[in-house]
């Protein structure tokens, strides 16, 4: 697979032009002035692009001093958390059975909710969509939603 870096962003609002241009001035500073649940919402956010779920959760990112302010966050929300550097990157880890289920509470990340090698160490219970016809509401269907 092929990813190509972005080079531009086109938008016509200005605030949200001032927010994207406020974060990639300073991440560090814009992720410390999010109140809690924002900050919950950009990690889980950070995490589906920028990490990896296996049997730890790992967020990657050159700029350390983002991972920093991540890393105070997550432990006043009682979560251990550890920086490691991996070649140019720095990796913000998590890897105690304890601290990844508080997480996994915590957030709604694509990534933590399908992962199956994470299934049953928070004891989460995922709710997984038929594709009977029959399970699926009528408007829904009719709509087109496919699930899966």
Request: glycine share 4%; hydrophobic share 45%.
């Given at each position: 697979m092929t990813y190509r870096k972005a080079k531009k962003i086109l938008v016509y609002s200005k605030k949200?032009?001032?927010i994207f241009k406020k974060a990639k001035q300073n991440p560090s500073q814009f992720f410390k002035g999010l109140g809690d649940e924002e900050k919950l919402q950009f990690i889980s956010g950070f995490l589906d692009a920028e990490g990896t779920v296996t049997d730890r959760?790992?967020?990657?990112?050159?700029?350390?001093m983002l991972l920093e302010e991540i890393q105070e966050f997550l432990k006043s929300k009682g979560i251990s958390s550890h920086i490691y550097t991996f070649g140019k990157v720095f990796g913000l880890q998590i890897y105690r059975r304890s601290e990844i289920k508080k997480l996994m509470k915590l957030l709604n990340s694509d990534k933590?909710?399908?992962s199956s090698r994470l299934k049953n160490i928070g004891g989460r219970q995922v709710e997984t969509l038929s594709t009977a016809p029959?399970?699926?509401?009528?408007p829904v269907c009719e709509a087109?939603?496919?699930p899966g």
């Open positions: 949200i032009f001032e959760i790992v967020i990657y990112n050159s700029n350390k933590l909710l399908s029959e399970a699926c509401p009528v087109g939603f496919q």
